[in-house]
């Protein structure tokens, strides 16, 4: 079996390295062994064919690797229909703007899914071919699976659980395949995504495309490998064509929403700690970073419906009052949580670190104003509870009937 594995994924290199000369000699209706009226079904059934024939695992002839890598090189210019086209107008066989494997290109530029890698998937990783190897990705090196396996959702998963987690909750999604090599590169990179977004209040997940690819093509991803971001139920696509941990975090900060966190100061605290009239408590943070947080924008995210978060940077000249006015310590990061008084915080906590536990625990023991507006039976029911938890024996009547003696 280890040996059947590392011949697979000789193969792929090979294929990956040594394709774009192939191309450029390509016949690729003679290689296939079909006419060029041949439908997109007839293309497929003649390389599943050609491919279990000429595998280097089931053939031992001289040639069998070098007619391989010819058939995946034939079948992935005509399943792309734009490919096809080009070449039976003009004979083109190079892919338009493609330098190559070694020529640099976009490094976060993937395959399409009709690549011959759907190939591989079917017939070695279950997604629909029969009498597979059952071989994964680095899955004999380790009995611990590598980090896209171990972040992998599934359909029922996505729709059942992260989607309605993603109200409260923004996930970063990232589209892989095994025999994806780009995929493999960026691994490393998404590695450092997961540290840094994971302990500041970010879901992180992957989507195997072989296995989902249903749900991958719902979501809207058509490469890999590809990534995108979900928040309240709707996704957001990274299109930048280079791909590092700054840019992606940079694609995260940028469809986080608008002023989800404002930056506060002396002429605009007055106004922002009056505007409880929305329901909403007011929290004021204080730091010294001139970046906002990646785990204040995660919290504001998560209380967006019950709390309005507001920055203020220790080291802006206009801050001077306000840190004065609160007694806030200008080298710790300071959390305030005002209800109605605005002269007043309800709760205040000063750490070298405000760790995201204590900004949910604060906010959550305090995101009711002392008159809270019951505009809906969720939050009357929420009062509730936090009545209970507070001991107070107070009568409390269900919203609708609430709303009928408002009426009368």
Excluded at 179 to 205: A, D, Q
Excluded at 214 to 225: H, T, V, W
Aim: aromatic residues 12%; proline residues 5%.
């Amino acid at each position: 079996m280890k040996s059947k594995s590392l011949s697979v994924l000789c193969v792929a290199i090979i294929v990956i390295l040594i394709g774009e000369t192939y191309s450029k000699n390509l016949e690729p209706y003679k290689v296939l062994g079909i006419g060029r009226s041949a439908s997109t079904q007839e293309i497929r059934k003649a390389y599943k064919n050609l491919a279990k024939e000429w595998h280097p695992d089931k053939n031992d002839s001289p040639g069998a690797q070098e007619k391989f890598v010819e058939i995946n090189a034939a079948y992935e210019l005509l399943s792309d229909p734009d490919r096809r086209r080009r070449y039976d107008q003009h004979g083109v066989t190079d892919e338009p703007g493609s330098q190559g494997p070694r020529g640099g290109g976009n490094p976060f530029g993937g395959r399409r899914f009709h690549s011959p890698f759907d190939f591989f998937e079917d017939e070695f990783f279950g997604g629909g071919g029969g009498g597979g190897f059952n071989f994964h990705f680095n899955r004999e090196r380790s009995s611990e699976p590598k980090l896209y396996h171990k972040q992998a959702t599934s359909s029922h998963a996505y729709y059942n659980t992260i989607v309605p987690e993603s109200f409260s909750k923004p996930y970063l999604i990232l589209f892989f395949s095994d025999f994806c090599f780009t995929c493999l590169r960026i691994e490393p990179i998404w590695t450092k995504l997961t540290e840094e977004l994971e302990p500041v209040g970010f879901g992180v997940i992957t989507v195997h495309v072989g296995r989902e690819r249903d749900l991958a093509r719902k979501i809207g991803s058509n490469e890999i490998p590809h990534m995108a971001i979900l928040m309240d139920g709707k996704v957001a696509h990274y299109k930048d064509p280079q791909f590092s941990a700054l840019k992606a975090l940079d694609f995260v900060r940028g469809r986080m929403p608008y002023k989800l966190v404002e930056h506060i100061d002396e002429s605009t605290v007055d106004q922002f700690l009056s505007g409880w009239h929305d329901n909403r408590v007011r929290v004021l943070l204080f730091g010294k970073t001139e970046v906002i947080r990646l785990r204040y924008l995660a919290t504001a995210f998560k209380f967006k419906s019950r709390a309005k978060l507001g920055y203020v940077r220790l080291t802006n000249s206009k801050a001077k009052k306000i840190t004065k006015k609160f007694n806030v310590p200008k080298t710790s990061d300071t959390m305030l949580v005002f209800h109605e008084d605005s002269n007043h915080p309800v709760a205040s906590v000063s750490m070298q670190d405000l760790a995201l536990t204590t900004l949910f625990e604060v906010i959550e023991s305090h995101q009711f104003l002392q008159l809270p507006r019951l505009s809906s039976q969720p939050i009357m029911d929420q009062v509730n509870r936090q009545k209970s938890r507070e001991t107070i024996t107070n009568v409390f009547v269900p919203f609708s009937a609430l709303s009928r003696i408002v009426q009368d």
